[in-house]
C-alpha cells in the first residue's frame, strides 16, 4: 500500500518527485527552466512550504503564487501537460484523501491560473 501524504516528509517527496519529471519535460522543462535558472533548490523549497500551506494546513507559505507566473509564455498545453505529470506523480506515489485532495486543488490551481493569465495578457497585452 502506498502512504498518504501527512508530513512534510511525504510533501518533499511529491514536489521533488514531480520537478524532476517537469526538468525532464520537453514542454515543460523549458519554462520552468528560462524563469528559474540555477535557483531550484530556492525553488523547490518555496514549493514544499506551498504544498505544505495548501494540504497540511501548516501555515508555512506566504506570498502570491500567481505572480512570478505572469510574465511567462504559458498556453493551455503547459497546464495540460502540468496537471497530467502532477496527478501522475500523486498517483505513483500516495493513497488516501490527501492525495486525492492533492490532484483536486491542482485541478483549481491549473484553472484559477490559466483564467487570471488569460485575463492578465487580455488587459496588458504581454
Known sequence: MKPTISSLNEIQLLVDSF???????????????SKIKDKWPDHLEKM???WQTVLLNDRTYQGSPLLPHL???IEEIHFHR???????????????????????????IAEMFSLKLTN????YGT
Open 19 to 33: 520537478y524532476s519529471k517537469v526538468r525532464n519535460d520537453e514542454i515543460l522543462a523549458p519554462i520552468f527552466d
Open 48 to 50: 514544499y512550504r506551498f
Open 71 to 73: 510574465e511567462l509564455e
Open 82 to 108: 502540468w496537471l497530467e505529470l502532477f496527478r501522475e506523480t500523486v498517483e505513483e506515489n500516495f493513497s488516501g484523501e490527501i492525495a486525492l485532495e492533492a490532484i483536486h486543488r491542482s485541478q483549481k
Open 120 to 123: 492578465y495578457k487580455r488587459r
